[in-house]
């Protein structure tokens, strides 16, 4: 069985739409996949919560209680191997994790680390990527799911989902329309992946 461990900071609505896309594919018969746990680097993430209630196992790790990122990264990694079986090393999804993760601990999961990001790659890497877009005049925005390289929102590209940017739009209104997307096209990629295993 090959153990999916999704890495989340907030909401977890992609989290969600990840452990529901695998029980209603039932993910477990059709490519030996699981979503065994979530884990927080904030205790009162909401996205925790709403794992519970779906019946998967989770877990906080505050990133302050660390005297450094390399301590934080190191901790975090013997949590997500815990959850490693003799034939497969976790699939490690990063969902809304808010951190930059250290090179040590990206080339330690390199090829089975993926995460989403709020535009279209290799435009507006970073944060505010809403904002952004529509001070820079595009007339498209979206998601974008690749592997986790080193250089930050710079892997390969796995999947894009497109919208448009509407005359007036603000970066809330912009930022729900992708995140739509983003609920489609993160467990569509997640697929591919677990076909190409």
């Given at each position: 069985?090959?153990?999916?461990v999704?890495?989340i900071?907030?909401?977890?609505?992609?989290?969600?739409?990840?452990?529901?896309?695998?029980?209603?594919?039932?993910w477990?018969?059709?490519?030996?996949?699981?979503v065994?746990a979530?884990?927080?680097n904030?205790a009162?993430?909401?996205?925790?919560a709403?794992?519970?209630?779906?019946?998967?196992?989770?877990?906080?790790l505050?990133?302050?209680?660390?005297?450094s990122?390399?301590?934080f990264d190191?901790?975090?990694?013997?949590?997500?191997?815990?959850?490693?079986?003799?034939e497969?090393p976790?699939?490690?999804?990063?969902?809304?994790?808010?951190?930059?993760l250290?090179?040590?601990?990206?080339n330690?999961?390199?090829g089975r680390?993926?995460?989403?990001?709020?535009?279209?790659?290799?435009?507006?890497?970073?944060?505010?990527?809403?904002?952004?877009a529509?001070d820079?005049?595009c007339?498209?925005?979206?998601?974008?799911?690749?592997?986790?390289?080193?250089?930050l929102?710079?892997?390969?590209i796995l999947?894009?989902?497109?919208?448009?940017?509407?005359?007036?739009?603000?970066?809330?209104?912009?930022?729900?329309?992708?995140?739509?997307q983003?609920h489609?096209?993160?467990?569509?990629?997640?697929?591919?992946?677990?076909?190409?295993?």
């Amino acid at each position: 069985m090959k153990n999916i461990v999704i890495l989340i900071s907030g909401s977890g609505s992609n989290m969600l739409a990840i452990v529901q896309a695998a029980k209603r594919e039932n993910w477990a018969a059709k490519y030996q996949a699981r979503v065994a746990a979530v884990i927080s680097n904030k205790a009162d993430a909401k996205g925790l919560a709403l794992a519970e209630r779906e019946g998967i196992a989770t877990e906080a790790l505050d990133h302050k209680a660390f005297a450094s990122r390399e301590a934080f990264d190191a901790a975090l990694a013997q949590r997500i191997d815990r959850h490693a079986t003799a034939e497969a090393p976790p699939l490690v999804l990063l969902a809304g994790f808010m951190r930059i993760l250290t090179s040590d601990f990206v080339n330690h999961y390199a090829g089975r680390l993926v995460n989403i990001h709020p535009s279209l790659l290799p435009a507006f890497a970073g944060l505010n990527t809403h904002q952004r877009a529509i001070d820079a005049g595009c007339k498209v925005a979206g998601a974008t799911v690749h592997l986790v390289t080193p250089e930050l929102d710079h892997g390969p590209i796995l999947a894009q989902a497109v919208v448009p940017v509407l005359q007036g739009d603000t970066a809330d209104a912009l930022a729900a329309r992708v995140l739509t997307q983003e609920h489609l096209i993160y467990p569509q990629a997640v697929v591919k992946l677990l076909q190409n295993q």
